[in-house]
């Protein structure tokens, strides 16, 4: 028996769209995940397949910032992405990737040749630009990540420190959920990076990030990335973001040395000073049960 769950309604905010045959919709299913906005996956009663439907009520523009993202995964850095079908500030409408749910080891290894392959992608600037060469903000989530425009002899370092470790800092700050203490820490070590951390050998591009949330799979392959923070910068962030939650394990590290060797010092002292930024992020998004894994890190490093 078909059955038409109180999810219908996003057909309503989509009836300016010529891309589908919104006639022949025949079930509407929420989605998991979309901190942004809710999330659908659109079903027809003809042969077409189902497509992928976010709304954004609010009409903020970063459904477009996110389709730009997609498209620019998609094209420049040649990885497996859901190909966007429309977009405008209420709506994104893409194709439905199959995603099985959980990594195995043979899994793992098709998803490092893909981000090996997308790190390979370089530029001469840290941040990231559009096709006039302006600076074009991002976003983290539902979160402003700012690429302002910064000179080809600007450092990583720099870079990293002032657009993304302190942006998200001070404004996690000025929203009462970190505590003062830890923003003086926290500049305190944007001061002291280069002691712990490395500039690279150039740009990379970077998924931004990269946890299992964000890898679609199936049949022991990548069917999809998904919701990007796109920016070139360090490498090694998005390895730290792919250690955070357990996403991925020896299999994708091992395979991805093979294909661009990680630097030693990695596993043992960076990846959790990179993580930082990530959980500032979440300390912004879902609170103070992200602060501890602040603070210890910074201990670690005597801060």
């Not at 999330?39 to 042969?47: A, D, I, K």
């Not at 989530?141 to 700012?146: E, N, R, S, V």
Request: hydrophobic share 40%.
């Amino acid at each position: 028996m078909t059955t038409h769950p109180p999810a219908i309604t996003p057909i309503a905010h989509i009836q300016a769209t010529t891309v589908l045959p919104l006639d022949q919709v025949s079930r509407v299913t929420p989605l998991s995940g979309g901190c942004l906005s809710p999330v659908y996956q659109v079903g027809f009663s003809s042969t077409r397949p189902p497509v992928v439907v976010k709304l954004d009520d609010t009409a903020s523009g970063q459904l477009l910032t996110e389709a730009w993202m997609l498209r620019y995964l998609a094209d420049v850095g040649q990885v497996p992405t859901p190909t966007v079908l429309d977009a405008t500030a209420q709506w994104l409408i893409m194709d439905w990737c199959p995603n099985e749910g959980g990594l195995n080891a043979e899994t793992e290894v098709d998803i490092a040749y893909h981000i090996a392959r997308l790190h390979r992608c370089s530029s001469s600037r840290f941040g990231l630009f559009d096709e006039a060469g302006q600076p074009k903000h991002t976003v983290i989530g539902p979160l402003h990540q700012p690429n302002k425009s910064t000179e080809p002899t600007d450092s990583w370092l720099s870079f990293f420190a002032t657009h993304r470790l302190l942006y998200m800092a001070d404004a996690a700050y000025r929203e009462g959920k970190l505590p003062k203490h830890l923003l003086h820490c926290l500049h305190r070590f944007a001061e002291q990076m280069s002691t712990w951390l490395l500039e690279p050998d150039q740009p990379h591009l970077l998924h931004g990030d990269l946890w299992h949330g964000n890898i679609l799979t199936c049949h022991n392959r990548v069917s999809g990335f998904i919701d990007p923070a796109l920016y070139y910068g360090h490498r090694e962030m998005d390895l730290a973001f792919a250690t955070l939650f357990d996403s991925l394990g020896p299999a994708f590290f091992e395979a991805y040395h093979d294909h661009y060797p990680i630097a030693p010092g990695f596993f043992e002292v960076r990846k959790d000073l990179y993580n930082l930024y990530p959980l500032l992020v979440h300390v912004r998004l879902f609170g103070a049960h992200y602060v501890p894994g602040i603070e210890a890190r910074l201990k670690h490093v005597g801060l």
